[in-house]
């Protein structure tokens, strides 16, 4: 399989997760965008039920196996990142040479940064999606990798498949009420819509609407 074709397949991946994620909040959020500049911006009010929707799950109980399962995740990724980045050079020869891919040393980089930053963002539950979206990408990649070298070994693709299938979970359902994105993010819905409720009334005026003030000229003044 060539480079290309294993790029567009990761792409395709990518894709179809990020699809799934839209569809796993049960709704597509419509986005009105205002026809004129000093229209007000009407985004968070229309995003802000899906948000919370995806963050906010109901049930305690979910919330906390979602923590659990963030805290497990996250927690045993660690320190795969810390051995990429320990030693990238001996990671790209030994792995992603295997893969034929371009600039290996970039991609050992890529690959450490994105499982040790991930999974801080997975464990605090901060930009959830982006850290299990980053963890997907590296363990979908390293899926590949023991597949094209060990075929379908079940030995080798357990460790593999567990840490893919949580992260996707966690990408899928949010992170819960337990996380910073939980409390943060619909905050901050909540203060722009606030802001946009709080227009001044002559924003909604277009600069051709603008009429003449008549002012009134006494002739018989002196100069």
Not at 60 to 89: F, N, T, Y
Not at 198 to 217: C, K, M, Q, Y
Request: with cysteine.
């Amino acid at each position: 399989m060539s480079t290309y074709t294993l790029l567009e397949l990761f792409g395709g991946f990518m894709a179809a997760c990020v699809a799934l994620w839209f569809i796993s909040m049960n709704r597509f959020v419509a986005i009105d965008i205002p026809a004129s500049r000093s229209a007000p911006l009407a985004w968070p009010a229309a995003v802000a039920p899906a948000v919370r929707a995806y963050l906010q799950r109901p049930g305690l109980l979910a919330s906390v196996g979602l923590l659990l399962l963030r805290l497990s995740i996250g927690g045993l990724m660690i320190h795969h990142g810390q051995e990429k980045l320990a030693d990238p050079q001996q990671f790209a020869n030994t792995y992603v040479a295997s893969l034929h891919l371009p600039f290996p040393l970039f991609f050992a980089y890529a690959a450490g940064f994105s499982e040790l930053i991930g999974s801080w963002l997975v464990i605090l539950g901060l930009l959830t999606p982006v850290g299990a979206l980053a963890l997907s990408g590296t363990m979908t990649v390293a899926a590949y990798q023991h597949i094209s070298t060990a075929g379908f070994n079940i030995y080798v693709l357990e460790l593999v498949v567990l840490y893919l299938g949580g992260s996707l979970a966690l990408l899928f359902n949010g992170p819960g009420r337990f996380s910073f994105d939980a409390g943060i993010v619909p905050a901050v819905l909540d203060d722009l819509s606030a802001t946009n409720d709080l227009e001044p009334a002559f924003s909604s005026l277009d600069a051709g609407e603008l009429r003449a003030i008549p002012v009134t000229v006494n002739s018989n003044a002196r100069g």
